[in-house]
């Protein structure tokens, strides 16, 4: 804001600026929470590396990968969404958004992938 105003010919410091805009017009900073430790639980299952970082493949559909990720929206929530790649040709084969992450969306966005095969 500072910046803003010296721009427009009004030179002022910092600190009457913030005076101004927290004090008389009342703006404050939106500030996102931090966000708490993480808690390392038990391995619940654990799957050997296939792949060994050999990410060239012959033939399509040979080799699939998978992603969730999260998506935060206008009105603060949140969703889910789990696509499969095919690694052949980087190719989306299926996805899928949810309210929440869960081995369920997996297993639905896997269903729908063998569907349009």
Same mark, same amino acid.
């Given at each position: ?11 002022? =410091?910092?600190a009457t600026?913030h005076?101004y ?6 703006l404050?900073s939106?500030?996102?929470?931090k966000?708490?430790?993480y ?6 299952k ?15 559909? =040979?080799?699939?990968? @998978?992603?969730? @990720? ?7 929530s ?5 696509t499969?790649?095919?690694i052949?040709?980087r =190719?989306?084969?299926? @996805? ?6 869960? =081995?369920?969306?997996a297993?639905? @966005?896997l ?5 349009n095969?």
């Amino acid at each position: 804001m500072k910046i803003f105003l010296a721009r427009k010919g009004s030179f002022y =410091s910092k600190a009457t600026v913030h005076k101004y805009m927290n004090g008389e017009l009342r703006l404050k900073s939106i500030v996102m929470k931090k966000k708490s430790a993480y808690l390392k639980g038990t391995e619940h299952k654990v799957f050997p590396n296939l792949l060994n970082r050999k990410f060239t493949v012959q033939a399509p559909n =040979s080799v699939w990968c @998978t992603d969730f @990720t999260y998506m935060n929206l206008s009105n603060g929530s949140k969703r889910y969404n789990c696509t499969i790649l095919d690694i052949y040709d980087r =190719s989306v084969i299926a @996805t899928l958004n949810g309210k929440e992450i869960t =081995s369920n969306l997996a297993i639905r @966005t896997l269903k729908l992938a063998f569907k349009n095969l």
